[in-house]
């Protein structure tokens, strides 16, 4: 049987077809959690310019999809308050949303919640760590 998009499930029980390349997907082929590969610069929320490309593969996805919802979640390093980090994360995930809304996505698909330094992937004891938990992933929903 083939598998189009390499999601792991068969094309024809795949209800969400196209799903972007190393996405987490559910048993009907449909994405639960996206990393947008979006890190940001310390104490930063704008998009770089290397980043365009990812955002617009998933707003394409998102138009593409009708089904489904993106709640927008961004993240901090542990450098700072606890109460600026909160914030900070808060506009990097309002500039994704932006960045998402100015490529024509409708806005009832998605949120922006920030989480500040309160899930991190990685140590926060390496340059190296730090820059990973200084992210933005997408969390679906139908």
């Given at each position: 049987p083939k598998d189009s998009d390499s999601d792991g499930v068969i094309d024809s029980l795949d209800?969400?077809?196209?799903?972007?390349?190393?996405?987490?997907v559910d048993s009907?082929?449909?994405?639960?959690?996206?990393?947008?590969?979006?890190?940001?610069?310390?104490?930063?929320?704008?998009?770089?310019?290397?980043?365009?490309?990812r955002?617009?593969?998933?707003a394409n996805m998102l138009k593409a999809n009708p089904k489904l919802k993106a709640t927008i979640g961004a993240h901090t390093d542990s450098v700072g308050s606890d109460a600026y980090n909160q914030k900070l994360s808060e506009r990097r995930a309002a500039s994704t949303v932006e960045a998402l809304k100015a490529l024509k996505v409708d806005t009832s698909k998605i949120k922006a919640v920030g989480y500040g330094e309160t899930r991190p992937v990685a140590t926060n004891a390496t340059a190296e760590g730090k820059a990973?938990?200084?992210?933005v992933e997408a969390v679906?929903?139908?």
């Open positions: 209800e969400c077809p196209n799903t972007m390349a190393k996405s987490k009907v082929g449909c994405m639960t959690l996206v990393n947008l590969n979006i890190n940001f610069d310390t104490n930063k929320s704008n998009i770089k310019d290397s980043y365009n490309t955002i617009v593969e998933f990973e938990n200084r992210r679906m929903s139908k």
